[in-house]
């Protein structure tokens, strides 16, 4: 089980696999004042910056899963580099099928909301792990416009929109789920740039160098055809924030 090279080559500069900003992820740390020693499990957790940089920054101490083992290799090689291996750890796995051996403080889900089977499924899966103080960080889409149906069907197919929600819409279906939202931030224009514009100028340095790769068609047609899809239907239409649950 193992993510294919197209994402890791389109990802290949982003430290942060989602449009939340490095120093957003740190407001995000600091803001739930989280004591030393806290317990995080992060499912799908990509390259480990969150549990990296709270390690680092909150004394944290975590266990990362993901089944990008390319993604893994950076998240240990960046807590060698922070100085944080004895603080994290991180299993290659399928994070829908993860429950931590005892409850810990803070379940994290960011960016991979689709484990659980659908957002509500996957809180469903984080709270298995979670002590009955536990914090839920989940990281999800929202409509920030009203989205015409082409922009449904371009950012989701037919299938997948129905799980998208207005923010208003989200944090009713929190509620619903038994959750206060005790903290959250928003992805921006600028953050999804940032994201999405470092994918193109990864596919393109790639591109340049493996011109005979057999993945090369699929990557410079996805490359142009993500330019336009981000300016016309992912930055204006799609929102994305983390947002911070705690049981009623
Ligand atoms: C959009 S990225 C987000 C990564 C990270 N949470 C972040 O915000 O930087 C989605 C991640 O989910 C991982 N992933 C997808 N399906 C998974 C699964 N069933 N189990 C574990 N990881 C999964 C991918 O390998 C990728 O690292």
Partial sequence: MDIPNYFVVRESSQRVMNPIEPSQLATLGAALRL???TTVLDLACGKGELLCTWARDHGIVGTGVDIGTAFLA???ARAAELRVEDRVVFVHGDAGKHVADAPVDVVACIGATWIGGDTP???RLMEQSAGE???LLVGDV???A???PEAVTALFGDLHGVDCLSLRGQVERFHELGYDVVEMITADERGWDRYVAASWMN???WLDANPGDPLAPEMRSDLTRSQLHHVRWQRPYLGWGIFALQRR
Wanted: cysteine-free.
């Fill in 35 to 37: 004591p030393s020693g």
């Fill in 74 to 76: 950076a998240a240990r």
């Fill in 121 to 123: 499924g996957t809180i």
């Fill in 133 to 135: 103080k536990g914090l």
């Fill in 142 to 144: 929202y409509w920030r």
């Fill in 146 to 148: 009203d989205p015409p």
């Fill in 203 to 205: 596919m393109r340095q």
